[in-house]
């Protein structure tokens, strides 16, 4: 049996998200398909949040993620920014540090950078420090992300307020 060691990285990421979220207080829910813009929906305070993992290896005492996605097939390579309208929520598992850090993707330019160790250069400006990304946002817990109104009220999504007995 081949093994896809990318798939792997990714499936590893997406279960460690899944047991931080759920210790965070969240009910973790998985959709049916692997073409969705996210890999996993978190819902707390009756909110849903779609939450698009990636699993990043430190580098030079920081992790690095451009706003992109990208995979391979018979036809090359393929590279597609990320749509911030399809997603709430990004979270990057590091194997380094064993931790999940989250980030608002309205927040941020082309890529994220997250240092996990103190630059070598001494600077301190426009610095982002991992130990401040352990949480989920604020801004993220109000309205989600590419949408005026919260994901419960859109006239597509219907809410059940209990069981109904038929007539």
């Not at 798939?7 to 047991?19: H, R, S």
């Amino acid at each position: 049996m081949l093994v896809h060691h990318t798939k792997n990285k990714g499936d590893l990421g997406v279960l460690q998200a899944k047991v931080d979220l759920f210790e965070k207080g969240f009910i973790i829910l998985m959709p049916q398909t692997e073409h969705a813009p996210f890999d996993l929906v978190a819902y707390r305070d009756e909110r849903f949040y779609r939450v698009q993992v990636k699993y990043r290896a430190a580098v030079r005492g920081q992790l690095s993620f451009p706003l992109s996605t990208c995979w391979a097939d018979r036809h090359g390579v393929h590279t597609v920014p990320i749509d911030r309208r399809s997603i709430d929520l990004l979270c990057i598992y590091c194997p380094d540090t064993r931790r999940c850090y989250y980030v608002d993707p309205r927040e941020v330019g082309r890529g994220v950078q997250l240092r996990i160790a103190p630059p070598r250069n001494q600077q301190k400006k426009r610095i982002r420090r991992a130990e401040d990304y352990l949480q989920i946002p604020a801004s993220v817990l109000g309205v989600p992300a590419g949408s005026a109104n919260p994901l419960e009220s859109q006239d597509d999504v219907r809410q059940s307020s209990g069981p109904t007995v038929p007539a």
